[in-house]
């Protein structure tokens, strides 16, 4: 995920690591705004269809919004179904925001723990809101960053657990962090991508971390956008050399790069569509698209079905029945940021 492109021009510091249970803050301390009242709708995973009158939700959302205003550069968005509303991290404030159909800016959770919010997951069959909880200064030369994990309600904004993903690393005096995104399996089990380490955590519904693979230390590696597939793996994107991996939870080890018919230049977000293809938003100045992937062979391989360009620097997308809406920051200037319908072809 990219500030100035930021998640590509990374120092390569990542190292196999011991793993141990993270530390885990006590619940309760984050400030929030009323949540409005829950709508019975069932949850989409892994690009399931939803909608609750059998017709594409999304077509009451405009092709564009625009935020009111500027400045707090919503990296992460998701579509909560349960309350049919759009939710951004912000890398500036940290602050969980809902953005509305007009381009109303609300705060939805602010939690002074929260430093830069990137990747953000809803969890909603045990009412969850997971984000990745980072800090952009690092991109700048400032501090070693961090990489923890925020568990919220995704009703009250309540936190239930803000879990030190570092922690489980055992890393030099010198090393850099940066969480990114992060995705949830069928089971509650979450996992993030940590940018800087490149390195894949997991945390169990119980908030204990570890490390589920560590990629050797390797020129142009970038780990980024990450997505849960219920036949028991992972897909995770990689904007510095453009590829897929697929890692099976259950035997990390057999890691592989999914074969590709070409690089999928600045990777950054990877969110399923409801027909099962893969959505790989391309933030890169030179091929800025969302790709639709998909695979015959259960992702040892995938084909392009259809790419939706896209103007400006879009970072990832949310599903909404059968669209994805991607997100674009506004990385190096104050102007709005905007939610755009990915128009494929």
């Given amino acids: 995920m990219n500030n100035q492109r930021l998640l590509v021009a990374v120092s390569m510091m990542c190292s196999v690591m011991a793993c141990s249970p993270g530390d885990t803050d006590a619940p309760g301390q984050a400030t929030v705004a009323p949540a409005p009242a829950t709508v019975a709708v069932p949850s989409a995973r892994s690009g399931s269809s939803v909608s609750s009158s059998g017709s594409n939700m999304a077509d009451a959302i405009p092709s564009m919004i625009v935020a009111e205003r500027g400045g707090f550069i919503p990296e992460g968005i998701e579509y909560d179904l349960a309350n049919e509303r759009f939710l951004t991290g912000s890398l500036a404030e940290g602050t969980i925001f809902e953005i509305g159909l007009n381009g109303s800016v609300m705060p939805f959770i602010r939690d002074a723990a929260l430093v830069s919010t990137v990747g953000i997951e809803v969890d909603e069959p045990r009412d969850r809101l997971l984000v990745t909880n980072s800090d952009s200064s690092v991109f700048q030369g400032a501090g070693s960053g961090q990489a923890k994990l925020g568990v919220y309600s995704l009703t009250t904004g309540e936190r239930f657990a803000m879990v030190d993903l570092a922690a489980v690393l055992n890393a030099g005096a010198d090393a850099v962090f940066f969480a990114n995104d992060v995705a949830v399996a069928d089971d509650g089990t979450a996992f993030a991508t940590d940018t800087r380490q490149n390195v894949v955590y997991r945390v169990t519904p119980n908030y204990a971390a570890s490390v589920?693979?560590?990629?050797?230390?390797?020129?142009?590696?970038?780990?980024?956008?990450?997505?849960?597939?219920?036949?028991?793996?992972?897909?995770?994107?990689?904007?510095?050399?453009?590829?897929?991996?697929?890692?099976?939870?259950?035997?990390?080890?057999?890691?592989?790069?999914?074969?590709?018919?070409?690089?999928?230049?600045?990777?950054?977000?990877?969110?399923?569509?409801?027909?099962?293809?893969?959505?790989?938003?391309?933030?890169?100045?030179?091929?800025?698209?969302?790709?639709?992937?998909?695979?015959?062979?259960?992702?040892?391989?995938?084909?392009?079905?259809?790419?939706?360009?896209?103007?400006?620097?879009?970072?990832?997308?949310?599903?909404?029945?059968?669209?994805?809406?991607?997100?674009?920051?506004?990385?190096?200037?104050?102007?709005?940021?905007?939610?755009?319908?990915?128009?494929?072809q």
């Fill in 212 to 344: 589920l693979f560590a990629f050797p230390a390797t020129e142009g590696l970038s780990l980024n956008g990450i997505v849960y597939h219920p036949d028991g793996y992972l897909l995770v994107a990689d904007s510095g050399n453009g590829a897929i991996y697929k890692m099976p939870i259950a035997n990390p080890a057999a890691t592989a790069s999914v074969r590709l018919p070409e690089p999928m230049s600045g990777a950054d977000g990877i969110v399923w569509r409801a027909d099962g293809a893969l959505a790989v938003i391309q933030n890169s100045a030179e091929d800025g698209r969302v790709a639709a992937l998909v695979s015959t062979d259960n992702w040892v391989s995938a084909q392009i079905a259809a790419v939706a360009p896209h103007d400006g620097q879009a970072t990832t997308g949310a599903a909404v029945g059968d669209d994805i809406f991607t997100v674009q920051p506004h990385f190096n200037d104050q102007d709005p940021p905007s939610i755009h319908r990915a128009i494929f």
